[in-house]
């Protein structure tokens, strides 16, 4: 994880439902992340930094997500970075883990780091 100072737990443990619209498994750190359009019960955890990496498909707000490396979570929880690689655009998910407000990036909401998420069918 880069930079950890710039994040604080908003709460420590938040469960979102939502459709990915992009995902992002480049990070140099080696967290996987990806965005989603939350589903309308969640609407109100962003904020209006929380940037549309996704505007092309949806002009909504979407909320980032990222798991981290198994080895930074050590034996603390389990990192779903397996689960994430298989995860693809347009599938509907359930996320948990802490919601965060990431200073680094003007504020917007994430769930970071990941640590469960479900495929919902």
């Given at each position: 994880m880069q930079n950890p100072g710039r994040?604080?737990?908003?709460?420590?443990?938040?469960t979102i439902t939502g459709t990915i619209c992009q995902?992002?498994?480049?990070?140099?750190?080696?967290?996987?992340?990806?965005?989603?359009i939350v589903d309308p019960q969640y609407q109100s955890l962003l904020k209006s930094?929380?940037?549309?990496?996704?505007?092309?498909?949806?002009?909504?707000?979407?909320?980032?997500?990222?798991?981290?490396?198994q080895s930074e979570a050590g034996t603390v929880f389990h990192s779903p970075v397996a689960e994430t690689?298989?995860?693809?655009?347009?599938?509907?998910?359930?996320?948990?883990?802490?919601?965060?407000?990431?200073?680094?990036?003007?504020?917007w909401t994430e769930i970071h780091p990941v640590e469960f998420v479900d495929v919902l069918r």
């Amino acid at each position: 994880m880069q930079n950890p100072g710039r994040l604080s737990v908003t709460r420590p443990c938040q469960t979102i439902t939502g459709t990915i619209c992009q995902l992002e498994f480049g990070e140099t750190d080696g967290d996987k992340a990806f965005d989603i359009i939350v589903d309308p019960q969640y609407q109100s955890l962003l904020k209006s930094t929380n940037v549309n990496q996704c505007a092309q498909v949806d002009s909504r707000l979407a909320l980032h997500l990222e798991t981290i490396p198994q080895s930074e979570a050590g034996t603390v929880f389990h990192s779903p970075v397996a689960e994430t690689l298989a995860l693809k655009v347009g599938e509907h998910v359930s996320a948990t883990g802490p919601l965060v407000q990431d200073d680094g990036h003007g504020g917007w909401t994430e769930i970071h780091p990941v640590e469960f998420v479900d495929v919902l069918r």
